[in-house]
C-alpha cells in the first residue's frame, strides 16, 4: 500500500495542473491498484499460513481475494469516468462499461459463494444439534 501511495505523489509531479480534482484525480488513479495488489497479497499471505498451519484453507481468503479485486474493478470503472469528466483521460465507454460490470458481477459471485458457504455450516451445526430418530 505504501507503494501506491508513493506512485501516487510522484504522479503528481509528471503532470501539471492547477486543479486540485486533477490532482485528486491522478493521485488516487495511480495509486490505485498497488493498494489493491498490497492488500490481496496480505490475504493471500494468510491464505498461505492457514493452509501450512491447518492444512485446510477457509473460504473466507477466498471471498475476501475475489472482494478485493471487484472493488479494483469498480474504483477503477469510477475513476476513469472522473478521468473523462475532468479532461484527463480519453476512453472508450466500452471499457469503463467493462470495468464497472465485471467489478459487480464479481462482486455477485463473492457474496453468493459467502451464502453459500454459510449456509452450509448451519445446516452442518443444524444437523449436529438435532438427535436422531430411531437410535
Known sequence: MVVGVVFGYFS???????RITQKAYIFLSNALWPAIFGLMTFTFGSLLDEYFSKGKVKIVYVVRFLDL???GLIL???FDLIGESVD???LST????LEL???FLMAIFATVMQIAVH????????ED???RMGA
Open 76 to 78: 477503477c470503472g469510477v
Open 69 to 71: 479485486v471487484a472493488i
Open 88 to 90: 484527463i483521460v480519453d
Open 101 to 103: 460490470i465485471g467489478g
Open 129 to 131: 444439534e438435532l438427535p
Open 119 to 126: 449456509r452450509g455450516q448451519a445446516k452442518k451445526e443444524e
Open 94 to 97: 466500452t471499457v469503463v462499461g
Open 12 to 18: 503528481l509531479s509528471e503532470y501539471y495542473t492547477p
